[in-house]
């Protein structure tokens, strides 16, 4: 079965610091996703991962992924109140569109 | 843009009767559309696989006579929650993939309430 996992939970960071949220799963997988979810909202798009040593970034956030370690991190510079949010990881083993979630981040950036 | 669009946005219904979700793919065809569900402060599920033409395929431990789907379109998927109780009250996002490099688009959601 497979499992992701998200580290931390919760994070609570000062405006202006950096922070990075990680992802780690348990299968072989070449595709990972992440997404924002705000409350009481569906989920917003962030980044398509597709391949081994992929890193993308749109604005303060910068994903990239890891096949080998199976691992994903997301990272955020200079943090502003508009990134607080809550952020997912999710998987598709070559399965196109049956993801697994993690457990999810709730990012709160404090003034 | 939306691209994919979900009817209701929230719906409160009484215990034991149902209720329709549609999904519709506003400008793509989706042969296949997902189904997922999110209770409070958890992750999403996915619940089960819609297959334009052909029968739902469930996930392990989700009801296939309680959350009844039908994909009679290659734009439209409909969930029906059938004898809705308390414990279905639920986040249901629906979902497609415009291709296989394509994020899974999800649509706004829709907040089931039985009460």
């Known amino acids: 079965e497979l499992k992701v996992e998200q580290n931390p939970l919760f994070l609570s960071m000062q405006e202006g610091k950096n922070y990075t949220i990680y992802c780690n799963y348990s299968?072989?997988?070449?595709?990972l996703y992440w997404y924002r979810q705000d409350p009481g909202k569906s989920l917003e798009s962030l980044f398509v991962?597709?391949?081994?040593?992929a890193v993308k970034q749109e604005g303060r956030l910068m994903a990239s992924l890891d096949t080998k370690a199976r691992l994903s991190t997301l990272h955020i510079t200079a943090a502003v109140h508009d990134l607080s949010a809550t952020y997912f990881c999710?998987?598709?083993?070559?399965?196109?569109?049956?993801?697994?979630f993690g457990q999810g981040t709730i990012l709160t950036v404090h003034p | 843009g939306a691209v994919v669009s979900q009817h209701p946005s929230w719906v409160i219904c009484k215990s034991g009767t149902s209720v329709k979700i549609e999904c519709r793919s506003l400008?793509?065809?989706?042969?296949?559309m997902f189904w997922y569900r999110q209770f409070p402060k958890q992750s999403l599920m996915l619940m089960a696989t819609?297959?334009?033409?052909?029968?739902?395929?469930?996930e392990q431990g989700v009801e296939k006579d309680k959350f009844l789907i039908n994909h009679a379109s290659l734009t439209l998927s409909t969930l029906t929650v059938t004898s809705a109780h308390p414990e279905d009250s639920s986040f249901y996002i629906c979902?497609?993939?415009?291709?296989?490099?394509?994020?899974?688009?999800f649509g706004n959601g829709t907040r089931l309430t039985v009460t």
């Open positions: 999710a998987v598709d083993p070559r399965e196109y569109g049956k993801l697994t």
């Open positions: 819609s297959n334009e033409g052909s029968k739902a395929t469930y």
């Open positions: 299968t072989t997988s070449d595709r």
């Open positions: 400008d793509f065809q989706a042969t296949t």
């Open positions: 979902s497609a993939m415009r291709d296989a490099d394509s994020p899974l688009h």
């Open positions: 991962l597709l391949s081994n040593g």
